[in-house]
C-alpha cells in the first residue's frame, strides 16, 4: 500500500488531502486545500496563495487522472472544493451524509454540492457506517464522529483503508481525538499507519483548556496501547509553531514504545512548511501595511 500525504498544513494549506494506492484501487480522500482567511488578523499573502495553486494543481490531477474512488469526510472547503464537481464523474463517490449529523452551514453547502453533481451526472453514496471491498483492498468508514470538542460543528467520517495486511486511518477533524467514540474506532481498526488532524492549539482558550488536555491524554494513550508504526499529527495542530513543544509528551512515550510521529511533510520526507503559523513574520518582514488587494472579495 502507498500513501501520500498531498496537502496538510505543514505543507504549507489547510488540508488532509490523502492519496492511497494499493493493487486493486486508487483512492483520493478529502481533495481539496484552503488557506485561513485571517490570521493574526493577517489575510494569507503572495506566497500563500501560489502555494496553494500548485497544491491544488496535483490534487486535481490526481482526482481527474487516476482516481476510482473518492471520499469527502466533510463539508469544509478545506477538505474539497466545489468547482471540481465535474471531475467526480466516472468514479466511485463517498459522502458524509449530507442531511444528518450535520450543521446548517455544512448542510447547505452539501446541497450546492450535490446539485452540481447531479448537472453533471455525477453518483454518490453515503459513506458513515459502509464496508466496501475493491478486490482484496476493503474500505471502512466509521459512522458519524464529533467535528472537535463541541457538537455544533456537526460530525466527520473517518477512513480505513486495508490491504496486504496495512491497515490505514485517515481521521478527519476529530481534533485530537477528544471523543471517546472516535478514540474507540481507531482501536477497532488497529491502524499501522494513523494519520489524525491534532487539536487546534494555536486557538487557545477558545478551544478550550480541558479539551486540549484530553486530547493529549488520548493521543499519548494511542501511542501508548495501541502502538502504531507511524502517527502522522497534522491539519490543526500544525497552525501551531510551537506544536512540538505541545506534544512533548506524546514523543516521549512514543520514542519508549517505537512509535515514528512525524508531521504529514516529514512523513512525506520533506522538511514541514508552517505557512499560516508564520505568516506574521513575513509581514514584518516585507511591509507594516496589510495588503488589502490579497482578501478575497
Not at 501511542?223 to 509528551?249: F, G, S
Amino acid at each position: 500500500m502507498e500513501v501520500k500525504i498531498l496537502a496538510s498544513e505543514s505543507l504549507g494549506v489547510r488540508s488532509m488531502a490523502v492519496f492511497v494506492r494499493t493493487k486493486d484501487l486508487a483512492l483520493l480522500i478529502d481533495p481539496g486545500a484552503a488557506l485561513g482567511p485571517k490570521r493574526y488578523g493577517l489575510p494569507p499573502d503572495k506566497i500563500e496563495w501560489e502555494h496553494l495553486g500548485y497544491l491544488k494543481n496535483k490534487i486535481r490531477a490526481l482526482l481527474r487522472e487516476e482516481a476510482q474512488a473518492v471520499v469527502i469526510t466533510h463539508y469544509h472547503y478545506d477538505h474539497y472544493d466545489p468547482e471540481w464537481a465535474k471531475d467526480f464523474r466516472g468514479k466511485r463517490v463517498f459522502l458524509k451524509d449530507p442531511q444528518t449529523n450535520i450543521n446548517r452551514n455544512q448542510a447547505k453547502r452539501a446541497q450546492e454540492l450535490l446539485k452540481r453533481f447531479a448537472s453533471y451526472g455525477v453518483f454518490w453514496e453515503i459513506a458513515e457506517g459502509r464496508r466496501e471491498f475493491f478486490g482484496e483492498t476493503e474500505i471502512i468508514f466509521s459512522g458519524p464522529l464529533t467535528h472537535g470538542p463541541e457538537k455544533r460543528f456537526g460530525s466527520v467520517v473517518a477512513v480505513v483503508v486495508k490491504s496486504g495486511g496495512k491497515v490505514f486511518l485517515h481521521s478527519s477533524d476529530i481534533s485530537g481525538p477528544v471523543e471517546e467514540k472516535a478514540l474507540q474506532f481507531i482501536y477497532q481498526q488497529e491502524p499501522e499507519v494513523l494519520f489524525v488532524d491534532g487539536p487546534g492549539t494555536y486557538l487557545g482558550p477558545r478551544f478550550g483548556q480541558d479539551a486540549l488536555k484530553l486530547a493529549r491524554k488520548n493521543l499519548v494513550r494511542l501511542v501508548e496501547e495501541l502502538r502504531p508504526a507511524c502517527l502522522i499529527l497534522d491539519h490543526h495542530l500544525l497552525r501551531d509553531l510551537c506544536w512540538k513543544e505541545w506534544a512533548e509528551p506524546i514523543f516521549e512515550v512514543a520514542e519508549r514504545r517505537g512509535v515514528k510521529v512525524k508531521s504529514g511533510a516529514e512523513f512525506m520526507l520533506q522538511k514541514p512548511l508552517l505557512l499560516e503559523a508564520l505568516r506574521r513574520a513575513r509581514y514584518k518582514k516585507t511591509t507594516q501595511k496589510v495588503d488589502t488587494s490579497l482578501i478575497p472579495g
